[in-house]
């Protein structure tokens, strides 16, 4: 690490900490009050979830409750319940897992960590194996732009965005809270996770968590050669990651909240890469760390205004190596430093119960320093805005949104891409015909872009500094129900469908050519049809005794619209699944908790050509749960125990990329 770059952490260090120690404006009693907001909505995220039900376009949530139940094991098997939702998974505890919603490409899902955006710069992808779901409160799904309209900008410029949000500290009387877990499962897998929260003052409270994790993932699978089957192991494929995380948390004044955070992972994997025939030989590493830090400030005042600040600095290191003979002396180191300052501010003005009105204003610097881009030493400068108003009756709610994006792109050594501007806008509606009933209809639009990553630019022989950015409109109709009851015995269901057409425009297919470098196929047009459904009903047996269960399906028709002479012509992209959906059933009993789960895909191709020799076979894989929480002496424990692909299914996600089959996963936790 230069000292550069360690002055660069210690300043970036004091900064949130001076931040997270200052004292806000003391507020006169708020006019507002629960009228607009409450005081339990002022999360860490500065937005509570909206539901699928009530929003005017599509969002789905899991709870810590829903997740407990449906028996998710992790972030990326937790997205694989939501509708519209493809999960790339190169198989394994800690394999490198992202995230595609409506065929658009992960590079147009936008992810937030308590509020702030986590950012690739140089891959444009997040990989959610790096979050540990032990730490999280709830995940939500919000495709386009609903009601929620006090937001970061960069939040809302995306297609669709992916909300992780947190554990709060819940004293319960005590100043402090101690939660030891520890998991263990095939193929080697360890992983102990350690959480403590302290209560400091009457205003401040803080947790720290950490968790290892390593597993060798040498799992067995079968390889096809023609009408001969033999049976492998997966190699190359061991994992070891180390994950940090602190959080503060204040109540700087009566209507303000002030949270920050410092995150710390550091990983090392093998990569096994593709499994080929007579040649699984694979020597390829990867070595990763990442570090930010970010605030969260909000407050309310008597003047109906309300604001909220959000700052971040993150700090992130990769090296591939791999050895071949193909390389100059026998090896390939390839290098990459990204730093990224980030800055939002955002106003929202409430002058009556029908009328919110918000802008956001955000700017971030980004830099990437490679010894694989030919020397090119690229940064960009990206200031986006927005300024969103809504109308909300108990009949009708209409959010309007105008995004302005700008893109400045510049190489310290070398050559530049292309700036990039546009304005983006967005509409939402959602009418009730009946006050009494839970019943909406929706329909809304959103123009999105997203300018090319530095990948797409600059590395190699793949990179094209005249890229064009990729648009993307959406367009979405749909209707939900809901219905709750504390007398009869459907205690709740709750119903959504939505149709979508998405027109995509100098559409960046990425298609693995191994677990680190992509081959990039820009396709001119895609068109993307699709349904997307959800069903969440409980059944009330008996007392203490109820029945959960949650249905998700997906149709997609997505295909290459370009050029009717070209033999890809109306061909489905890469990757995409025409038939996906999940199912749960959860029984939730005084005794032991039990959960089955069963998520599934037809065929895709893996290529932009659907022959059969790029055809992936489509599969259904089922796990058990089971889980019960006591009290062992004075303390809280449960015991969970979880059976994945209990029919020892042989699939792949990434064609080559075989994933494991029957496994097995015991988690013990105690609080203290």
């Not at 998710?72 to 694989?80: C, G, K, W």
């Not at 009494?436 to 990553?453: E, G, L, M, N, P």
């Not at 993307?472 to 205690?491: I, V």
């Not at 297919?509 to 677990?515: E, G, I, L, S």
């Amino acid at each position: 690490m230069t000292l550069q770059t360690k002055l660069q952490w210690l300043c970036a260090s004091l900064f949130f900490i001076n931040i997270a120690t200052l004292r806000a404006q003391n507020v006169a009693n708020d006019t507002i009050g629960s009228r607009i907001h409450t005081i339990d909505e002022v999360t860490v995220s500065a937005s509570a979830p909206v539901r699928n039900v009530t929003s005017t376009a599509p969002v789905q949530m899991l709870s810590r409750k829903q997740l407990e139940q449906q028996g998710v094991t992790d972030i990326a098997d937790a997205l694989r319940r939501f509708s519209g939702v493809h999960v790339k998974d190169y198989g394994g505890a800690g394999g490198m897992k992202t995230i595609s919603v409506r065929s658009l490409g992960s590079q147009h899902t936008s992810v937030t960590y308590d509020g702030v955006a986590i950012t690739d710069c140089q891959s444009g992808q997040v990989d959610l194996s790096r979050f540990s779901l032990d730490n999280i409160r709830s995940l939500s799904l919000t495709i386009g732009d609903n009601d929620e309209i006090f937001l970061p900008a960069r939040t809302v410029a995306s297609a669709a965005a992916l909300r992780m949000q947190t554990l709060v500290p819940d004293f319960s009387g005590k100043n402090t809270r101690l939660k030891a877990e520890i998991k263990a499962g095939s193929f080697g897998l360890v992983n102990p996770f350690l959480r403590y929260d302290q209560y400091l003052t009457e205003k401040v409270s803080m947790s720290l968590s950490g968790d290892f994790m390593r597993a060798d993932n040498s799992y067995p699978f079968t390889l096809v050669n023609g009408k001969q089957l033999s049976e492998e192991r997966r190699t190359n494929n061991s994992i070891e990651t180390y994950r940090g995380e602190w959080n503060i948390y204040a109540r700087p004044g009566k209507h303000s909240i002030l949270n920050g955070k410092i995150y710390y992972y550091d990983s090392f994997r093998e990569l096994p890469g593709p499994v080929i025939l007579y040649n699984n030989r694979s020597e390829e590493e990867l070595k990763e760390r990442n570090f930010f830090s970010q605030f969260h400030y909000m407050t309310y005042w008597k003047n109906n205004l309300s604001l909220q600040v959000n700052g971040k600095f993150n700090w992130a290191y990769s090296h591939y190596h791999d050895e071949s003979a193909e390389y100059p002396g026998g090896e390939m180191n390839n290098i990459y430093y990204q730093r990224e300052y980030y800055g939002s501010a955002a106003l929202l003005y409430v002058p009556r119960d029908v009328w919110a009105f918000s802008y956001a204003a955000d700017y971030s610097f980004n830099n990437l320093s490679s010894n694989a881009t030919l020397g090119v030493k690229p940064y960009r400068h990206t200031v986006l805005q927005t300024l969103t108003a809504r109308y909300r009756t108990p009949h009708l709610t209409v959010t309007a949104l105008l995004l302005g994006s700008v893109y400045m792109n510049g190489a310290k050594v070398g050559e530049s891409a292309d700036n990039a501007y546009r304005w983006s806008p967005s509409v939402s509606l959602s009418w009730k015909p009946l006050v009494a009933k839970d019943f909406h209809f929706r329909v809304s639009y959103k123009d999105i872009f997203r300018a090319a990553t530095f990948t797409e630019n600059y590395f190699g022989r793949w990179g094209s500094r005249n890229l064009k950015p990729e648009v993307a409109r959406q367009y979405n109709m749909g209707m939900t129900y809901g219905h709750t009851s504390t007398s009869s015995w459907l205690s709740g269901a709750h119903f959504s469908v939505d149709g979508y057409y998405n027109y995509v425009k100098n559409k960046i297919v990425a298609m693995p050519y191994n677990m680190f470098f992509w081959t990039m196929v820009n396709l001119g047009h895609v068109d993307i049809w699709g349904v997307d459904a959800n069903a969440d009903v409980t059944f009330r047996l008996a007392a203490r005794h109820q029945l959960l269960s949650s249905i998700s399906y997906t149709y997609q028709y997505a295909v290459d619209k370009t050029d009717p002479a070209s033999v890809y012509y109306k061909d489905q992209i890469p990757y995409t699944p025409a038939h996906s959906g999940a199912f749960s059933l959860a029984w939730e009993n005084p005794y032991v908790n039990l959960s089955f789960h069963a998520t599934g895909v037809s065929k895709r191709y893996s290529s932009v050509q659907n022959v059969e020799t790029n055809e992936l076979e489509g599969y259904v894989e089922c796990g058990v749960s089971l889980y019960r929480s006591f009290r062992l002496k004075k303390f809280d424990c449960s015991l969970r125990g979880d059976v994945q692909n209990i029919g020892n299914k042989q699939y792949s996600i990434v064609k080559s990329y075989p994933m494991p089959g029957r496994s097995y996963k015991l988690t013990f936790n105690i609080f203290i």
